[in-house]
């Protein structure tokens, strides 16, 4: 069975490698690269697989799931920059694939139980832009 939560948080952020030169990133991420940034306001979808517990009914307890989710993601990536103010964004290029993989660094290890694992983040950057991450690399 899959069960997936949604949260929202708004962040802003400047697609730019620290180690080119400010042509070559504009040639790579285009008005992206802007120094001063920009902003979206993101949806992340976490989906979880796994058997409802015989007792509870539940492959999650989704209260604890909104809160995994708060603890680890909204609270440190809500209204921030992300290049400036979240680990490791400050050396890593917060692309959408990025901050999704990060995303999944976060939170697959909260909630992994005998009975649900991590199945996928999707963070949507805008309305028609979405990334989905399995964690199938390892990373």
């Given amino acids: 069975m899959l069960l997936t939560r949604k949260a929202e948080f708004s962040a802003s952020h400047i697609c730019a ?5 400010a042509e070559e ?5 285009g008005v992206n690269a802007n120094p001063h940034g920009h902003g979206h ?6 989906t979880l697989e796994g058997t409802p ?20 993601v909204v609270d440190p990536m ?6 400036r103010e979240v680990p490791p964004f400050d050396k890593v290029v917060p692309t ?13 290890a909260r909630i992994a139980t005998p009975n649900a694992r991590l199945k996928n983040v999707r963070l949507y950057e805008t309305a028609d832009l979405y990334v989905d991450f399995d964690g199938a690399d390892g990373k």
Avoid: C, Q
Avoid at 17 to 21: D, E, F, H, M, Y
Avoid at 25 to 29: P, R
Avoid at 58 to 70: A, N, Q, S, T, Y
């Fill in 53 to 72: 517990d015989p007792v509870t009914g539940m492959v999650f307890d989704l209260r604890e799931l909104k809160e995994i989710i708060h603890v680890e």
């Fill in 96 to 108: 959408t694939e990025n901050i999704a993989t990060e995303i999944w660094k976060r939170l697959a």
């Fill in 17 to 21: 490698n620290p180690a080119l030169s």
């Fill in 78 to 83: 809500d209204h921030r920059f992300l290049n």
């Fill in 41 to 46: 306001n993101y949806v992340v979808e976490v």
């Fill in 25 to 29: 990133n504009l040639a790579i991420y």
